[in-house]
């Protein structure tokens, strides 16, 4: 269903599941509203409605830049708005206590979720993120999400799920992670950044369109060429893709800097 460039897909659906179990879980949780937390998940999901459900996703077929910037709303921008709003607490105790139980023994101790225990870890959390953005931006992988859509909703999936792992080892103490000092975590921000302006810097010099997709189309809107769409989204990931890695980092030199950061309530502030 389609309405001005507005559409409605599957993902529209987990996002209200999500938003169910958000509200639901403060009703029974008990614990002092954070309005902050709050507006930050409720930001995270209207991200995800934003790139997958206006017209930037229609456009995106059209646009290389507009693309790029879907790209950074799911993995850069709704995963660590979603993590600011603590999630996990809230939305756990939205659900059965039978099924709390049997769900955490599982997960904690289960063969089968001993993969996704690891993967949760910083140093392989950093990896997988930093290998799947590359690896979609392999010429035949991307072209092949622009023709397929199972691939195209493939690859969403995976920036915003891998997106939760890599960001929850800076900003939110999940059940899956280990905390990162200060200075650690703003490295870890700082060498993601870098892999993403490297593969910005081969979009932007690169003096040839890269992906034969968005070559042969026969217009765009505006009326630029392949290669100029080409140059513009790899400015979008230079410069809006670094604005959440920077923030991060300035938070996590400043919570490094600072003595009394990590005795102050948390509920007076959203911390990372």
Excluded: C
Aim: glycine share 6%; proline share 7%; aromatic share 12%.
């Amino acid at each position: 269903m389609s309405w001005g460039g507005w559409s409605v897909q599957p993902s529209l659906l987990y996002v209200a599941l999500a938003a169910g179990l958000y509200w639901q879980g403060g009703r029974v949780y008990r614990r002092p509203r954070e309005p902050l937390r709050e507006l930050a998940f409720a930001g995270g999901l209207l991200t995800i409605v934003l790139a997958l459900d206006s017209p930037i996703d229609s456009y995106s077929q059209q646009l290389f830049w507009v693309h790029m910037a879907q790209h950074i709303l799911l993995f850069s921008v709704a995963p660590p708005l979603i993590l600011l709003g603590r999630p996990w607490p809230r939305m756990w105790r939205a659900l059965s206590l039978d099924f709390r139980t049997k769900a955490g023994r599982t997960l904690v101790r289960s063969r089968w979720t001993a993969p996704l225990r690891a993967i949760a870890r910083p140093i392989p959390a950093w990896l997988l993120f930093n290998i799947t953005l590359v690896a979609w931006h392999i010429p035949a992988a991307y072209n092949a999400t622009l023709t397929n859509g199972a691939v195209h909703d493939l690859e969403h999936a995976m920036f915003f799920f891998i997106g939760l792992l890599f960001w929850a080892q800076v900003i939110d103490p999940g059940p899956l992670r280990r905390r990162l000092p200060g200075v650690a975590r703003a490295a870890y921000v700082a060498a993601a950044m870098v892999v993403s302006w490297l593969l910005a810097l081969v979009l932007v010099f690169d003096q040839h369109p890269i992906y034969s997709y968005y070559a042969g189309l026969a217009h765009r809107p505006g009326g630029i060429s392949a290669l100029s769409d080409q140059q513009l989204a790899g400015g979008v990931m230079w410069v809006l893709g670094s604005v959440s890695y920077t923030i991060a980092m300035m938070a996590s030199v400043y919570r490094w800097l600072d003595p009394n950061a990590n005795t102050r309530p948390r509920s007076t502030a959203l911390t990372t």
